[in-house]
């Protein structure tokens, strides 16, 4: 196939595969990928509008190995936005500013497609309001012997505790093996204080089930225990973006879910193929996100 043009962007060698299949289903290609942000562009942009980016790239595909790349760089596409935010930790005679490619318009997702893009990870705040997060995030990584009914009772219990603070919990899964839990913030706190709050949160939820749960940081140290992490809540941190892919075959998704789905959608149950079919039939769980912001207590 010759060049495809998707939302006004020339994607070149657009059969060209990126994310290998997963049982019983087909590859995704760069064409794929394109019309799939094409198709959920009026869902995904609120998410991603103003917020630095850290790319996870596969220009020759999944299969030939990627990197991970936070600077847009020299060589990104022309007519990309960018976020410019400082590096807190420049050495002398390196930029002291990183340009984070930014998403503000569909075209900006399908020139990241063209530049070869899987996966969108984001800050935790926006331009303009770098240091002060707009989200709270605790990471639910499981455990070497967690069951998925045990880490959908974990999500139920970090939940609690969110709003046992006064916060609106909100729920995502991975795409991978586990969950996210979200709150969303008024911007009224630095990244230190939202930090000490998530780690008091996910401390109080390992307070009650210290055999399963642990927030030590270290792999040696947790002893097969799921994992709580709360790393996200600091300067210049990430976490994976709403319906973006994850660099697995197949392309499963971190989907956003209402909380009655938890018992019955699988971390990484839904993909390219089956989102545009999701929010064709269902109101984004998300899209209330940003009214439900709250100061932390």
Same mark, same amino acid.
């Given at each position: 196939?010759?060049?495809?043009?998707?939302?006004?962007?020339?994607?070149?060698?657009?059969?060209?595969?990126?994310?290998?299949?997963?049982?019983?289903?087909?590859?995704?290609?760069?064409?794929?990928?394109?019309?799939?942000?094409?198709?959920?562009?009026?869902?995904?942009?609120?998410?991603?509008?103003?917020?630095?980016?850290?790319?996870?790239?596969?220009?020759?595909?999944?299969?030939?190995?990627?990197? #991970?790349?936070?600077? +847009?760089?020299?060589?990104?596409? &022309?007519?990309?936005?960018?976020?410019?935010?400082?590096?807190?930790?420049?050495?002398?005679?390196?930029?002291?500013?990183?340009?984070?490619?930014? #998403? +503000?318009?569909? $075209?900006?997702?399908?020139?990241?497609?063209?530049?070869?893009?899987?996966?969108?990870?984001?800050? !935790? $705040?926006?331009?303009?309001?770098?240091?002060?997060?707009?989200?709270?995030?605790?990471?639910?990584?499981?455990?070497?012997?967690?069951?998925?009914?045990?880490?959908?009772?974990? /999500?139920?219990?970090?939940? $609690? +505790?969110?709003?046992?603070?006064?916060?609106?919990?909100?729920?995502?899964?991975?795409?991978?093996?586990?969950?996210?839990?979200?709150?969303?913030?008024?911007?009224?706190?630095?990244?230190?204080?939202?930090?000490?709050?998530?780690?008091?949160?996910?401390?109080? #939820?390992?307070?009650?089930?210290?055999?399963?749960?642990?927030?030590?940081?270290? &792999?040696?140290?947790?002893?097969?225990?799921?994992?709580?992490?709360?790393?996200? !809540?600091?300067?210049?941190?990430?976490?994976?973006?709403?319906?973006?892919?994850?660099?697995?075959?197949?392309?499963?998704? /971190?989907?956003?879910?209402?909380?009655?789905?938890?018992?019955?959608?699988?971390?990484?149950?839904?993909?390219?193929?089956?989102?545009?079919?999701?929010?064709?039939? &269902?109101?984004?769980?998300? /899209?209330?996100?940003?009214?439900? /912001?709250?100061?932390?207590?």
């Amino acid at each position: 196939m010759q060049a495809l043009t998707v939302a006004g962007i020339d994607v070149t060698h657009p059969d060209k595969v990126l994310l290998p299949a997963r049982e019983g289903g087909d590859d995704l290609t760069k064409a794929d990928l394109a019309r799939y942000w094409e198709a959920i562009a009026g869902t995904v942009l609120p998410h991603l509008a103003d917020r630095p980016l850290t790319l996870q790239r596969f220009p020759d595909g999944l299969d030939a190995g990627g990197f #991970v790349q936070q600077d +847009a760089g020299q060589r990104a596409p &022309k007519g990309l936005h960018t976020v410019d935010t400082p590096r807190r930790d420049a050495k002398r005679g390196a930029d002291d500013v990183v340009h984070h490619p930014e #998403v +503000a318009e569909v $075209a900006d997702l399908v020139r990241l497609v063209q530049f070869g893009t899987v996966t969108l990870h984001g800050w !935790n $705040a926006v331009a303009g309001s770098l240091e002060h997060p707009d989200r709270l995030i605790v990471d639910i990584d499981p455990g070497e012997t967690a069951d998925l009914a045990g880490i959908r009772d974990v /999500a139920r219990a970090v939940r $609690a +505790a969110v709003e046992g603070r006064g916060l609106v919990a909100y729920l995502q899964s991975t795409g991978s093996r586990g969950y996210h839990v979200v709150a969303p913030l008024d911007g009224s706190a630095g990244h230190d204080r939202v930090r000490e709050v998530a780690e008091e949160i996910a401390e109080a #939820v390992v307070a009650e089930h210290p055999d399963d749960l642990t927030t030590a940081v270290r &792999k040696d140290a947790r002893g097969g225990r799921t994992f709580l992490d709360i790393g996200r !809540n600091a300067y210049g941190q990430t976490a994976v973006m709403p319906y973006s892919p994850r660099a697995r075959p197949g392309g499963p998704t /971190a989907t956003p879910l209402d909380w009655d789905e938890l018992g019955r959608v699988t971390p990484d149950q839904h993909d390219v193929r089956s989102i545009p079919r999701r929010l064709a039939r &269902k109101t984004d769980p998300w /899209a209330s996100l940003r009214a439900d /912001a709250r100061p932390l207590p």
